[in-house]
């Protein structure tokens, strides 16, 4: 009842602050109508050939609309420590291609690298940790609930120190250490490898990945932890 609860007023109040969570530390992230608080991965402005805003919502403009076909990668100005992050996804169920994005943290300033959640339609064929929830090429995602493409899901990124949460749909899905044996050893066996300190860095932005269209996000929240 409480996720029911708590959707329904998602519904409601898109991109709103309730009362309680403003004096909970909450900060909007995404206003419906701006890209303040955002700038391009590795430009100080925002890259409106991928990107739109409309109803809303932050849409990634299929590859196939765009007069320039890139990927743009858009990132947070403020860089985040300890924190809880949370976000409505809905991936697109009418295009002629895989719908792929997700939102990397701990990003370093100029660069698009950073741990991921990934957000992607459900191909079932994916051998290795890249599917939905997923920390991408890491570690897997569990027990998950997804809704249908065209639908709405909730996600949320909770960091602590080391220990990092993935929800989707408010179940926990996956939980792991940065810097930990189980993250070491898995990253010794992912692109990742020769990257040094790759997830462990004190800070970083968060950004959303733009991998060809098809997703798009509302109701982009953060609670910063001490």
């Given at each position: 009842m409480l996720i029911i609860s708590s959707w329904r007023r998602a519904e409601?109040?898109?991109n709103i602050l309730t009362d309680s969570e403003i004096k909970a530390g909450w900060q909007l992230l995404f206003d419906g109508k701006?890209?303040?608080?955002?700038r391009g991965a590795k430009t100080d402005t925002i890259p409106t050939n991928g990107w739109k805003i409309e109803n809303g919502e932050l849409l990634t403009i299929p590859r196939?609309?765009?007069p320039v076909k890139v990927n743009e990668d858009i990132i947070t100005t403020t860089q985040y420590s300890n924190f809880e992050?949370?976000?409505d996804f809905k991936m697109a169920k009418d295009l002629n291609q895989s719908t792929?994005?997700?939102i990397k943290y701990f990003v370093q300033t100029g660069t698009s690298l950073g741990l991921e959640y990934q957000i992607i339609e459900e191909l079932k064929e994916v051998k290795y940790p890249g599917e939905l929830a997923d920390l991408y090429e890491l570690f897997s995602a569990k027990n998950k609930k997804v809704n249908p493409m065209g639908s709405w899901?909730?996600?949320k990124i909770l960091v602590q120190g080391r220990h990092v949460e993935h929800w989707l749909n408010g179940i926990m899905v996956l939980e792991f250490e940065r810097g930990g044996k189980a993250f070491l050893e898995q990253k010794s066996k992912s692109k990742f490898k020769g990257i040094k300190d790759f997830g462990e860095f004190p800070q970083g932005h968060i950004l959303l990945q733009d991998h060809g269209g098809g997703v798009s996000f509302r109701n982009l929240k953060i609670r910063v932890l001490n």
């Open positions: 409601a109040q898109t701006t890209f303040t608080g955002w196939d609309k765009r992050f949370q976000f792929n994005s997700g899901n909730q996600g």
